[in-house]
């Protein structure tokens, strides 16, 4: 399935060019893109937009990755929407401590469009 016409993808991350970048990839390919800052922005727009996959960045102020995918998967209407972590970082104990609050996976920044988009194409038709 290389369209992605209609798949609604939240990208949470406090930078701006990861969210630029991972915009502009994800529109290409046909889906719909909400972004957000933070954790705080993101859990007030997933009850509005009902994503289909969630990307979360791990270092984040305020709210960090790992709380706000715990916070997510906590929610029974959210539980089953897959989220994957973003991260600069690669080790063992951070994929470990993403599985540990829920995670579907784990993608290392910079990420390739490519990456970005077989992640969406996994996890979208699992939905």
Not at 28 to 46: N, P, R, S, T
């Amino acid at each position: 399935m290389s369209n992605l016409t209609g798949v609604k993808v939240m990208v949470i991350d406090d930078s701006n060019t990861i969210r630029r970048s991972a915009e502009i990839f994800l529109g290409q390919a046909g889906c719909e893109v909400i972004l957000a800052e933070d954790g705080f922005d993101a859990l007030a727009k997933i009850a509005d937009y009902h994503p289909n996959v969630i990307f979360v960045d791990v270092m984040m102020p305020r709210l960090d990755g790992y709380q706000t995918c715990a916070l997510i998967k906590k929610n029974p209407r959210f539980k089953a929407t897959p989220v994957v972590m973003l991260s600069s970082k690669d080790g063992l104990f951070d994929r470990a401590r993403g599985r540990m609050v829920g995670s579907d996976e784990y993608l290392t920044k910079p990420f390739t469009k490519d990456s970005l988009l077989a992640a969406v194409r996994s996890h979208a038709c699992a939905v």
